[in-house]
């Protein structure tokens, strides 16, 4: 079985294979570059596991 954390380190994975010349380009059918774009989609990760990580301090709390 995959873990719950796939998606992350798939993304992470993807990012380092991500070439760093290609980061000022512009992302097709959008207004920014690839630079703003990983950089966006890694905060917005990094915020659901923040979510993630107070549900579950909340749930242990609750259960003890």
Do not use: C, W
């Not at 570059?33 to 923040?50: E, K, Q, R």
């Amino acid at each position: 079985p995959r873990s719950t954390l796939f998606p992350y380190t798939t993304l992470f994975r993807s990012v380092g294979k991500f070439p760093e010349d290609r980061l000022g380009a512009s992302v097709p059918g959008r207004g920014y570059d690839f630079a703003t774009l990983l950089h966006g989609a890694i905060h917005h990760n990094m915020y659901h596991a923040g979510q993630i990580s107070l549900l579950s301090a909340m749930y242990k709390r609750r259960k003890s």
